[in-house]
């Protein structure tokens, strides 16, 4: 799927703007399309044009010349995955705490986008047009759970537009600080960057420019004496959500270094079984195939660690 320049051809049906059109014909997303058109790398019946909006007529012969993809600037390397779902278009991970999604800046390496740079080699198109894994969202280094990441420029288009419309299902599961009085509710709060520390996301007023709209609804699962077991689903996907929104409701996540305190009586519960991590899995992923067009919906057991803690608070109450 990478490797060497290819071309796509065919003929227009007619009376769409020329970017749709192509996108729909090639498969190829239309910012990939508008790239290509720039790069001088599109012709129609063998004119090159670079007018995306232009409403070519129907049967008009078209011609993409797609370059090669560059290769990633992340190294593939052999780290194991546990793999919920996989196809041509995308693949379903359910991934450990602990793991990065992403490189970055203290994190070039070892990361769940390496790790997929071994597993998908030979399977990953140009996504805009480098070859690598599509990264449509992501969790927290130390949170567990499931996450979709897209193989193919049509599937990252499709997925990421599910994301935006928030369509995608996602629900997680998170073990609390106190009980929350009410069984069920809506934290909605403008989520950005904290005017007291840069390196931590708040609830900021709506007024604020830099915070964006975000919506938790929580249920509560089980009472546990001094913590409680909820389900948080996400309408929105805001860096931190889970953990600002409970947090600012009074009932930050047990184990969250950043945004909890522990109550002082669940502290040797969580120094004896070394839980040093916000308490938190994604669980619940659903979404409509962006290629296929089926339904799919997963599920993810709590991991060892979080199940473990259950079990202790359990046996406290």
Same mark, same amino acid.
Request: with cysteine; charged share 20%.
């Given at each position: 799927?990478?490797?060497?320049?290819?071309?796509?051809?065919? $003929?227009?049906?007619?009376?769409?703007?020329?970017?749709?059109a192509?996108?729909?014909?090639?498969?190829?997303?239309?910012?990939?399309?508008?790239?290509l058109?720039?790069?001088?790398?599109?012709?129609?019946?063998?004119?090159v044009t670079?007018?995306a909006?232009l409403?070519?007529?129907?049967?008009?012969a078209?011609a993409?010349?797609?370059?090669?993809?560059?290769?990633?600037?992340?190294?593939?390397?052999d780290?194991?995955?546990?793999?919920v779902?996989?196809?041509?278009?995308?693949i379903v991970?359910?991934?450990?705490?602990?793991?990065?999604?992403?490189?970055?800046?203290?994190?070039?390496?070892g990361?769940?986008?390496?790790?997929l740079?071994?597993?998908?080699?030979?399977?990953?198109s140009?996504?805009?047009?480098?070859?690598?894994?599509?990264?449509?969202?992501?969790?927290?280094?130390?949170?567990?759970?499931?996450?979709?990441?897209a193989?193919?420029?049509?599937?990252h288009?499709?997925?990421?537009?599910?994301?935006?419309?928030?369509?995608i299902?996602?629900?997680?599961?998170?073990?609390?600080a106190?009980?929350?009085?009410?069984a069920?509710? $809506?934290?909605?709060?403008?989520?950005?960057r904290?005017?007291?520390d840069?390196?931590?996301?708040a609830?900021?007023h709506?007024?604020?420019?830099?915070?964006?709209?975000?919506?938790?609804?929580?249920?509560?699962?089980?009472?546990?004496?001094?913590?409680?077991?909820?389900?948080?689903?996400?309408? $929105?996907?805001?860096?931190?959500?889970?953990?600002?929104?409970?947090?600012?409701?009074?009932?930050?996540?047990?184990?969250?270094?950043?945004y909890?305190?522990?109550?002082?009586?669940?502290?040797?519960?969580?120094?004896?079984?070394?839980?040093?991590r916000?308490?938190?899995?994604?669980?619940?992923?659903?979404f409509?195939?962006p290629? $296929?067009?089926?339904?799919?919906?997963?599920a993810?057991?709590?991991?060892?660690?979080?199940?473990?803690?259950?079990?202790?608070?359990?046996?406290?109450?």
């Amino acid at each position: 799927m990478n490797g060497e320049e290819r071309i796509i051809s065919g $003929t227009l049906p007619g009376g769409e703007r020329l970017d749709k059109a192509l996108s729909l014909a090639s498969g190829l997303s239309r910012e990939r399309i508008k790239a290509l058109l720039a790069d001088g790398r599109i012709a129609l019946d063998d004119n090159v044009t670079a007018q995306a909006s232009l409403k070519p007529a129907a049967g008009t012969a078209f011609a993409i010349t797609v370059p090669a993809a560059a290769p990633a600037e992340a190294i593939a390397q052999d780290i194991p995955l546990s793999i919920v779902f996989e196809d041509e278009h995308l693949i379903v991970i359910d991934k450990p705490a602990g793991l990065v999604v992403h490189p970055a800046a203290g994190n070039l390496d070892g990361t769940l986008v390496n790790a997929l740079l071994h597993h998908c080699r030979g399977q990953l198109s140009g996504i805009g047009g480098v070859v690598r894994p599509g990264i449509v969202h992501r969790i927290d280094k130390e949170t567990s759970g499931l996450l979709v990441v897209a193989k193919t420029d049509a599937a990252h288009e499709g997925l990421a537009k599910q994301f935006a419309d928030h369509s995608i299902h996602r629900a997680y599961r998170a073990i609390v600080a106190g009980v929350p009085k009410a069984a069920s509710g $809506t934290v909605s709060g403008h989520i950005g960057r904290s005017d007291h520390d840069r390196k931590k996301m708040a609830v900021l007023h709506p007024l604020n420019q830099r915070g964006k709209h975000a919506v938790t609804h929580y249920r509560l699962i089980e009472p546990l004496g001094l913590a409680g077991l909820v389900e948080c689903r996400l309408e $929105t996907g805001r860096t931190h959500q889970v953990r600002v929104h409970m947090a600012s409701i009074g009932h930050p996540l047990l184990g969250d270094p950043v945004y909890g305190r522990n109550p002082q009586r669940l502290k040797p519960i969580l120094t004896q079984l070394h839980f040093a991590r916000q308490a938190l899995h994604a669980a619940e992923l659903g979404f409509i195939h962006p290629v $296929t067009g089926a339904a799919h919906s997963f599920a993810s057991a709590l991991p060892a660690d979080m199940a473990g803690l259950l079990v202790e608070l359990r046996n406290q109450t």
